[in-house]
């Protein structure tokens, strides 16, 4: 049996929610499904994407292949390594807050500061002759 790990579209005309579900590759993508792992609500800011880690590390080591969204999601969720946990309510805010990683900062080319941090190339030594 192929398994695949992907998008069930639920929700109301122009409110998409989706469920991170495993099914049949041949089952139509809102038909027949296996099991359930989580869902994902892109319209929220920021998205909400809750899902069962233990039953997808299982379903991915049974052979499931998961779609290029549920990779993406599954990876912001820690299911693959190197992803950060995905955003969490909080009780007491009942907000979701979400672990951003810092950035490396950019130098600007334009304001020259990079060219002080950055050493030259020494010119080519001229033959004497």
Do not use: C, H, N
């Amino acid at each position: 049996m192929a398994t695949r790990i992907r998008l069930r579209r639920v929700g109301r005309k122009k409110q998409p929610e989706y469920r991170i579900v495993v099914a049949e590759r041949s089952a139509a993508r809102d038909g027949r499904f296996i099991e359930t792992l989580g869902y994902y609500r892109p319209r929220t800011d920021p998205a909400q994407v809750e899902v069962d880690a233990d039953r997808a590390r299982a379903w991915l080591d049974k052979g499931a292949t998961p779609s290029d969204t549920v990779r993406s999601l599954l990876k912001k969720a820690g299911v693959f390594g190197g992803g950060a946990p995905a955003a969490v309510a909080t009780p007491e805010t009942g907000a979701d807050e979400a672990v951003v990683p810092e950035a490396d900062p950019v130098p600007d080319p334009e304001s020259g500061a990079d060219a002080a941090a950055a050493p030259e190339a020494d010119p080519a030594p001229e033959a004497e002759g």
